[in-house]
């Protein structure tokens, strides 16, 4: 059943044939190496029981090597319609795996994709990497059974992701992360193997929903507000920020600087504040 797809020719060769350019507006960064393309795919847990979705398949490479690792199921979802005359013979050699959507992913609704149970994997257009991100999150902590989350960021975003109280790189999307999700960076990947090559690095994140923790939460949206206000001056003090807030009620002094505060306290300031 993979050997349709193995035998394809080479994806360079296919947009070659097919006439396709990467496209700046569209964030387009494509991946041509089947070993790199391989490895994300077999990151993804339990891929071969678990139904994939994947965003802005392009010219497939991702896509090949996640029918190859034997996803039962993917559902693509790609804003450039120029991509179809590829991804349809992707298509046909799926066995009736794959199935694309042409739309923006930002406006898809993934839990109306007959789908109930799901893994997300994509090289994420940097462009949209972070919103389409938060609003996973947002949809997790509403009970959306995403299953995992295997993407590729800017190296800059993943360490965002990934970050501790008092690591440079900590704020909104680690606070985020961390309250609803277990998240590390599976492995860095060179500007190199991208078509074009981008300026930065980049980097593989996994995020595993972790139900102990979503049950503790009651509102990501509250939470987003005071991380984006307490983040919003990082290096002031937060009774400078919140001058009429009684923080020794939260065992704090109000010298504290939001860096300093760990994910659950941001949670019990947004349950308690707003
Ligand atoms: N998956 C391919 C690969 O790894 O070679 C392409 C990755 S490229 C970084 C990002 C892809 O996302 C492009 O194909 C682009 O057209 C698509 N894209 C950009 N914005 C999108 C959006 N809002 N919704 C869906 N796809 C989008």
Redo the contacts with the bound molecule.
Sequence with gaps: MMDKIANLPP?SEMMRDCGLEP?KQ???????DLNL?GRIARSVPDITHTPVI??????????RAILMAGAPRLIA????KT?APILSQIIDASDGRLSVIY????RVDFSALGVTEYAIC???????GTE?LIGWLQKIAHGESIKSLTL?FQREVALRITAHPGDEHYGRLAVLTSLISDSKILFDVPNTA?VPRPRVQSAVVQIIPNADKISKITDLSKIEQITAKLFGMRRKMIRGIMPNVDWERFGLTGTERAENLSPEMFATLAENLL
């Excluded at 569209?26 to 041509?32: D, E, M, S």
């Design positions: 994806v496209k569209f964030g387009q960064n494509f991946l041509f393309t994947e965003v802005g398949p392009g010219p497939a490479g991702l896509t979802i790609e804003k450039d991509t739309d923006d992913a930002l994509a090289n994420l257009p940097y462009n949209v389409l590729m991208f």
